[in-house]
Structure formats: C-alpha cells, structure tokens
C-alpha cells in the first residue's frame, strides 16, 4: 500500500504530488512540484502535516490579507508563509532549499488531501510503535 501517491493538478496544467511513505517514524508525507524545474520538495511528519492543514484554512480566511509565517521545528523544520503578489499561494521552506510554492487553486483539495495522509501517517506510527514494543 505504500507509498501512497496521489497528484492534484489545476485548470492551468499545474501540479501538486502529495504521498505517505514509510519512515522509521511511522510515515512521511512529501510533497513535489512535478512542473517545476528542479522538483521543489517538502517532506512532513504528522506534526507538520497538522500545522500545513490549518495553516491552509487560516490563509483562505486571511485572504485578501496577510498572515504571520507559521514555524516549525525538528528534523522536518518548516515555514510557511502566505505570498498575496502577484496571487495568494503558500511557500514552504525547509533549510533554505528553495520554495515549494502552492498557489491558491490547490488549497482545497490539498486540505482534502491532508486529512486522508494525516490518518495514514497516524496508522504507520502506531504500527511503527508496535514493532518496537
């Protein structure tokens, strides 16, 4: 079953890769821009899942106004930030590699997306607790 990998594209060609894929852990999510040159890749764990879930519903009611970056910290460590020039989209960041951007049109069904991989995520953690115990 895994990895798990589902692509979201737009009415403009874009694409959004987001897979589950075993991880010591539990699992990781990783998300690619396959349209890009050079593949801007995040990988996530289930905390940073969480944070990327509400930080998307956050930034569709902060629309058309700005929001403070969100951080996180680890191994995964992350910020996310709301760009509204030209067009509202998310950047991801991770140990300044460049930017994954997610413009606005994927946010509705990244969020749908999420909330799939998160319990995935959730059942190879435990699966991975339960070997270990």
Known sequence: MFPRIREITD????RLQVSVEEH????????????????????LDG???????????????????ELPDEHIDG?????????????????????????????APFWDRLYAELCLVAAHARELGRRAEARVH
Not at 24 to 43: N, Q, Y
Not at 48 to 65: F, K, T
Request: proline share 10%; aromatic share 6%.
């Open 75 to 103: 191994v995964f460590a992350t910020r996310f930030r709301l760009g509204l020039d030209p067009c509202a989209q998310l950047a991801l960041n991770q140990s300044g590699g460049p930017a994954l951007d997610i413009p």
């Open 47 to 65: 905390y940073g899942v969480d944070v990327l879930s509400g930080y998307i519903m956050s930034a569709r009611l902060a629309v058309p106004h």
């Open 11 to 14: 009415a403009f060609g874009g």
């Open 24 to 43: 010591p852990s539990g699992a990781l999510v990783v998300l690619e821009r396959p349209d890009i040159t050079g593949r801007p890749r995040i990988m």
